[in-house]
């Protein structure tokens, strides 16, 4: 039985039992697996790894895992460039459009107040998943298991189970914080919103609501109309703590 030494590094101990974490582990195998093969049979999905270095030379995951070979695995490093290294992926992970699983609501919700492109259903089943993450957008999952899809190139499993601290996980991870443009998207339908002309916008409001305000946003693809209502504060809050550093 051939031996390799595998260490993982940094959010990719996450993956591990707690008595494997830190330290290095033994993977005994038969034959010529792929390192990718390893790494998710050691638990560890593939869309987590941003660089795999094999002593002292990095590698893609196409590398084919040889007796005694000591293995360094790193996560992805979005505000960190690495590109002199190889990277294991054949695409940048540049694109800001994300697709969400259906245990993800609140935080699509949030993702789309601070305008990005998120999409999401309660309904919406592993395999369009995996269909939109073949059009390149990050899917964001709690389930491990669908990050290692062979189709899924780009992704990140969500850590926590708060919406708030998920949607804060997920701009520290991507180094969004300097590319949030909030009220942009809709947060129903994620279509982009566009303002209204004040005359337009006091039509089509409540009375209540065209008394009083004079600026108004509609949403092209659902018909949505927005407006700064009481509930503005709160989400102007939840805006300025993800931006914080």
């Known amino acids: 039985m051939k031996q390799a030494f595998f260490r993982f590094y940094a ?108 999409v999401h259903s309660p309904n919406i089943s592993d395999e369009e998943l995996v269909a939109l993450a073949r059009e390149g957008r990050i899917l964001l999952t709690r389930d491990r298991e669908l990050l290692k899809h062979g189709a899924v190139t780009h992704g990140y499993w969500v850590r926590s189970t708060v919406p708030l601290e998920q949607a804060r996980e997920v701009v520290r991870r991507f180094d969004l914080a300097g590319r949030i443009a909030p009220f942009t998207r809709c947060l129903r339908c994620n279509g982009v919103l566009r303002p209204l002309p004040p005359e337009e916008g006091k039509r089509r409001a409540p009375p209540r609501v065209a008394a009083w305000c004079t600026a108004y946003l509609e949403c092209p693809s659902c018909g949505g109309l927005f407006w700064p209502g009481t509930h503005y504060p709160k989400l102007a809050a939840w805006v300025r703590w993800l931006q914080a550093p």
């Open 11 to 118: 959010e990719l101990n996450d993956f591990l039992p707690p008595e494997a974490r830190g330290r290095t582990l033994t993977y005994a195998f038969q034959g010529e697996p792929t390192v990718k093969e390893a790494i998710e049979a050691l638990g560890v999905p593939h869309v987590e790894v941003e660089l795999i270095v094999v002593d002292g030379e990095s590698v893609d995951f196409s590398y084919r895992l040889r007796d005694g070979d000591r293995v360094a695995v790193y996560p992805v490093f979005e505000s960190l460039d690495v590109s002199p290294i190889l990277k294991v992926r054949p695409e940048p992970l540049r694109r800001l459009a994300f697709a969400a699983d259906a245990h993800l609501g609140k935080l699509a919700r949030l993702l789309r107040l601070l305008g990005f492109d998120t």
